[in-house]
């Protein structure tokens, strides 16, 4: 048995998928995480502003939805390589994990806003009618009754562009982004070692699986409440 996984998985370094799989992780965690920090309230924005809502203000919904319409239009590939200079301004560098997350960030943050805007506009309008007539303010009206109405959308939201990032991510290894992305390319493609491409693909489909499986849980965890 040893000696069939040895030629099996003769060029995999557990160690070193162990490694990647971790940047993997902080990867898709740190970037999901300033992604909902900014698209979050981007996504508010772009429906308090839009048509018949509490702030309508057509100019300002066209400019934010046509710098939101920009950045999710460019392939992620090509955002990668057009952000460079910039992360090298931001952090100092273009690869590795940090050189990752901002293009990660300005690819998930834009993607996350639409969501939430969706998500809002499911929001039974009722419901902002009655707090409205309670004499409710705007701020009161977002996170007293859009927010929490939102909530299961907006975890699922989340669910969604933390799959996405996750993708996204193993795209970054082309730049020398690292993780299982960068793994796959520099062994599994460039060197032809098919297992190591295997190993790190089954890693990808897991990391999705349960991405998507905590995400449903916790978007009927609070529809019921």
Do not use: C, H
């Amino acid at each position: 048995m040893e000696a069939l996984m040895e030629t099996l998985l003769g060029n995999v370094d557990w160690a070193e998928i162990g490694v990647a799989s971790w940047d993997t992780l902080v990867m898709v965690g740190m970037s999901l995480l300033f992604s909902v920090l900014i698209g979050l309230p981007i996504g508010v924005l772009l429906f308090l502003t839009g048509k018949r809502q509490l702030l309508e203000q057509p100019v300002a919904y066209a400019m934010l939805s046509f710098v939101v319409n920009v950045l999710r239009s460019v392939p992620f590939i090509i955002l990668l390589i057009v952000m460079i200079p910039f992360t090298v301004m931001l952090i100092g560098t273009s690869l590795g994990v940090a050189g990752a997350i901002p293009p990660l960030v300005a690819g998930g943050a834009p993607f996350f806003a639409r969501l939430v805007e969706t998500s809002l506009r499911e929001v039974d309008r009722g419901i902002i009618e009655a707090t409205q007539a309670m004499g409710a303010n705007v701020r009161q009206i977002i996170f007293g009754a859009l927010l929490p109405e939102a909530l299961p959308g907006i975890i699922a939201g989340i669910t969604v562009t933390a799959i996405t990032l996750v993708s996204y991510a193993a795209m970054s290894g082309v730049i020398g982004g690292g993780g299982l992305g960068d793994l796959a390319i520099r062994f599994g493609y460039q060197r032809f070692q098919t297992d190591v491409m295997v190993i790190t693909v089954a890693l990808l489909v897991i990391f999705v699986q349960l991405l998507q499986m905590a995400g449903d849980r916790l978007v009927l965890y609070f529809s019921r409440k």
